[in-house]
């Protein structure tokens, strides 16, 4: 009934508000966290608290407060990294934010917004502090607006999303990074007095070398099931900076935000400047649990179509690369058809005409079909496509052009450079400018005309392949310092105007790999490209950072020739994603592609529970010779859990169990081996038998693999 009313009064705009905060305390508050602001004396609010949900609501009133502000500046008594720094039309450097007033709103059912309005006293500056609070996943979400009254632009020198201060013993930090092939590689380090700083000046493939995202263990090293955690992800898809800077009294600030480096942003009297979200969840259950609060706020807000279906499907590229005709494709859908694909993807090098496509170097921004290939169109390939029950898909690379195109031809004015330098290219192209309005409006209608002209279409994959360098913008008016701020919104406006009009399109955010993958984006895509290399032993670890953040059903992982693994470990790491292929079917003997059939088959058995069970890491690839994960449902009828050999060792045997977890004590579950091909024994000794879930949680079972490169998939039923 409650839902019913709420739902009805939000139909027509009248939204709840929560009971009013008593003696200058803000409660934002989650199903078992709490962040608790404080107004002091002086008018300044701080943050007094972050942590663990106390029972008794009325304990929230007696924390002490004056911990560090909320949200402080620069240029007036503040000792630390601000969050904030500006200078007024009189060149004043400084800052000075009081509480003026906030309001709490229930918004949508299990999410409560706050936002607390801050002024300065002296000048016509405000500043409000947004949060949402997602009640069921513990996640908030914090933003800032900043918005003037000025007579003229004042300008941002600095502007964090969010400054979170926490209190404990130490902190051990763990952060991702890597390049082209090799991303999300984890590394911890400890944080001592002083500041660490991770960020990213890379714009359109901002997260090539580090990631966005963050886990601090605090009071000790975590681990998946013990220990106080936050983990924190920025959702922007442009250069972002996380300070974590440790005073004097061992307490720590974490700053969160858009890297303001050659950046400073120049903000017109009565518009408003707004920040990214800073996405963070606290844990006292150790890192598992932090994942598992990300996976669930993803699938229902923070990627599309969370709970819905997913494509399986076959590439061509790594079949064809560029050398293709409609002979070649239509016969690779005979191939998808007798593997057991729902859809083909056709990749790169179907367009251009004055300069074809047929490398890398040319024909990126002309979206016109190239005659020579596909005579016929992209309508005939759907159409072929069809006549199989496959689907068809296609690939774009909508924000970029290569020197060597009709489009350099027609509008230099429309890419990035600088003037008086010579043009600076990587991969062979350069990037176009998405500060422009009429770009804008250019890179909407290639995604728009080829599906207007082709509305059978049912798949894209967005590319973007290198980073803006020579970072200029030609379009007249601008202010060259606001570029890398304004170019990230010209996207997000691109893709806001694609998913009013073909809201349910699966789209994959591809970025030459992992180069873009965050919650600015994902709201508009219903998965990610995780790497270029599809190895099967990197992508164990690939795939192993990734988790700790983003949920399986937004995981790309196809099967591919890249590297020596065995093509079962291949199929088993790319099942516990989002299942594709991008290999030469042709090639696969008549044992092979039986195996391939048949974990298309066993896929969609289990695919439910992999997408939408709860994470279990068990053992991790940096500490053990067998890495191993599971998907848990949440009824807790069913259970998946992978299993990797993936280094050697002196003994060639391993007997450590592993114990499972997320399974009910009192069930009783059959073990059945997945992977195992006809007239071939399984690896694991459990295959067939009957545990209860307290003794596969308490006792576990061995993973029976011996060999490298050797791989098990279990599944688990409840009787």
């Not at 509480?99 to 409560?112: D, M, R, T």
């Not at 007997?655 to 091909?677: M, R, S, T």
């Amino acid at each position: 009934m409650k839902k019913i009313l709420f739902l009805f009064l939000l139909a027509l705009g009248i939204p709840f508000a929560t009971i009013a905060q008593k003696g200058g305390y803000i409660v934002i508050k989650t199903a078992h966290t709490g962040l608790v602001f404080h107004e002091e004396k002086d008018g300044s609010l701080h943050q007094i608290y972050y942590g663990q949900a106390l029972k008794n609501p009325a304990d929230y009133y007696l924390l002490p407060g004056t911990r560090d502000e909320a949200y402080p500046t620069f240029g007036t008594k503040y000792l630390f990294t601000p969050a904030i720094r500006t200078v007024h039309n009189d060149g004043n450097p400084s800052l000075a934010l009081v509480y003026k007033s906030h309001q709490q709103l229930l918004v949508a059912p299990g999410v409560e917004e706050t936002t607390i309005h801050l002024h300065d006293p002296k000048y016509p500056v405000e500043v409000d502090l947004h949060f949402k609070a997602y009640l069921s996943s513990d996640v908030i979400a914090q933003w800032v607006t900043v918005s003037h009254h000025e007579k003229k632009p004042i300008v941002l020198y600095q502007y964090a999303s969010a400054a979170l201060s926490v209190s404990a013993s130490n902190y051990t930090l763990e952060h991702f990074h890597g390049d082209w092939a090799a991303e999300m590689q984890m590394e911890s380090t400890n944080l001592t007095a002083g500041k660490k700083t991770l960020s990213s000046q890379l714009e359109t493939r901002a997260h090539m070398y580090q990631s966005p995202s963050f886990l601090i263990s605090l009071n000790g090293t975590s681990t998946e099931e013990y220990g106080d955690v936050i983990g924190g992800t920025l959702a922007w898809s442009g250069n972002f900076k996380l300070d974590f800077e440790v005073d004097e009294i061992n307490q720590l600030r974490i700053l969160a935000g858009m890297n303001e480096l050659g950046a400073e942003y120049h903000l017109l009297p009565g518009k408003t400047f707004t920040t990214p979200a800073f996405l963070f969840s606290y844990s006292n259950e150790g890192k598992g649990l932090i994942s598992r609060n990300f996976h669930k706020w993803a699938r229902d807000y923070g990627v599309l179509n969370g709970h819905g279906s997913r494509y399986t499907l076959l590439n061509n590229w790594e079949a064809t690369y560029f050398d293709f005709n409609e002979e070649k494709l239509t016969n690779l859908f005979d191939d998808a058809k007798q593997l057991g694909v729902d859809l083909f993807l056709l990749d790169d090098g179907w367009f251009g005409n004055k300069y074809p496509r047929n490398n890398d170097r040319a024909g990126l921004g002309d979206w016109q079909e190239n005659k020579a290939k596909l005579p016929h169109g992209i309508g005939y390939l759907v159409k072929e496509a069809a006549a199989r029950d496959l689907k068809f898909g296609i690939w774009l690379e909508p924000e970029m052009v290569n020197p060597k195109s009709e489009l350099y031809e027609k509008h230099p004015e429309w890419i990035i450079k600088l003037p008086n330098r010579e043009e600076h290219y990587y991969r062979s192209q350069l990037v176009l400018d998405l500060t422009n309005p009429t770009v804008q409006d250019f890179v909407y209608h290639i995604v728009d005309d080829m599906m207007s002209k082709n509305p059978g279409i049912a798949y894209i994959k967005w590319d973007c392949n290198r980073m803006v360098t020579n970072a200029y913008s030609q379009f007249e008016g601008n202010q060259q310092s606001n570029l890398y701020v304004d170019y990230v919104n010209g996207l997000y406006k691109v893709l806001d105007r694609v998913r009013q009009k073909y809201p349910e399109l699966p789209i994959m955010l591809c970025s030459g790999g992992g180069g873009r993958v965050d919650y600015g984006a994902l709201p508009y895509f219903t998965e990610f490209w995780p790497s270029d290399n599809t190895g099967a032993t990197e992508r164990v670890f690939i795939q192993w950072g990734y988790s700790y953040f983003f949920p399986s059903i937004a995981t790309s992982a196809h099967v591919t020739e890249w590297g020596d693994a065995p093509l079962k470990f291949r199929l088993a790491v790319s099942m516990a994603g989002r299942l594709g292929f991008d290999l030469v079917p042709k090639k696969l003997n008549a044992e092979e592609l039986a195996l391939c059939q048949q974990a298309l088959h066993e896929y969609k058995a289990i695919q439910q529970t992999v997408w939408q069970g709860d994470l279990y890491r068990l053992q991790s690839p940096y500490d053990h010779n067998v890495a191993s994960w599971m998907y848990a449902a949440n009824d807790k009828a069913e259970a998946v859990i992978f299993m990797f050999r993936i280094k050697k060792l002196f003994d060639s045997k391993i007997a450590e169990n592993i114990k499972f977890k997320g399974l009910d004590p009192g069930k009783k579950y059959l073990v059945k081996e997945l992977l195992v091909q006809q007239g071939q024994k399984a690896i694991n000794k459990a295959n067939g038998k009957t545990y209860s879930g307290d003794y596969l949680m308490k006792v576990g079972l061995p993973s029976n693999l011996n060999k490298v490169q050797q791989a098990v998939i279990l599944q688990l039923k409840s009787l």
